[in-house]
């Protein structure tokens, strides 16, 4: 949005678009001609402008097709209140004072900001949660030990290692063709190793 301007009861808004191009839309204050009748509110599927869902069948009462979220209502009629509120005092610094501090006076009522409640009060909420007084004396239990100490594995050594490595089933290697420990790729090392020794 540009700009808003308001002449003799109407009220002039300059919107600009993607493109860059300016629109003016206008609607007079004083008549409710931009409200939607109550008739056309409806959901996104409609075949037509009253209502009457596609795939439930026509049904002859609107008014029993409808259903009125209250929640949704009322917060649509809050938001309206407020934003109504917000155009009349615009500009108006004591009013905007006001009605800012009248604001934080119900939020703090609705959801309780800056009470402190004492300690009999918080313990006798407490005994009302649960159902029961809270004890006087806790017993607390000590975890259980756990030992960690060597459960490490403890590294082999050459005989062991040798006995792993014959109880193992050879593989046949597609270079020399033995069945063995070894295969193509490290079959001439290994042959080399054994010669020396």
């Not at 008549?31 to 409609?46: E, F, I, K, N, T």
């Not at 049904?59 to 409808?66: G, N, Q, R, Y």
């Not at 939020?107 to 006798?124: N, P, W």
């Not at 239990?141 to 403890?154: I, W």
Request: proline share 3%; hydrophobic share 35%; net charge positive.
């Amino acid at each position: 949005m540009v700009k808003t301007s308001i002449e003799d009861d109407t009220e002039i808004y300059v919107i600009n678009d993607k493109f860059s191009k300016d629109w003016s839309v206008s609607y007079s204050a004083t008549r409710d001609s931009y409200l939607v009748p109550d008739h056309l509110h409806g959901g996104r599927w409609l075949k037509s402008n009253f209502v009457k869902p596609v795939h439930c069948g026509f049904v002859d009462d609107i008014e029993k097709a409808l259903i009125i979220d209250l929640a949704t209502q009322e917060w649509r009629d809050m938001h309206g209140d407020y934003f109504e509120v917000a155009q009349t005092i615009k500009g108006n610094v004591d009013q905007i004072r006001a009605f800012r501090q009248i604001i934080a006076e119900g939020k703090k009522a609705i959801f309780g900001e800056g009470i402190v409640l004492s300690i009999s009060d918080k313990r006798q909420m407490i005994e009302n949660l649960y159902g029961s007084q809270a004890p006087s004396e806790i017993d607390v239990h000590p975890p259980d030990v756990v030992k960690t100490k060597g459960s490490g594995r403890r590294p082999l050594t050459r005989l062991e290692q040798a006995m792993k490595m014959k109880a193992k089933s050879g593989r046949k290697c597609a270079e020399c063709g033995e069945v063995g420990n070894h295969d193509a790729r490290n079959c001439k090392k290994i042959k080399e190793k054994q010669k020396t020794k």
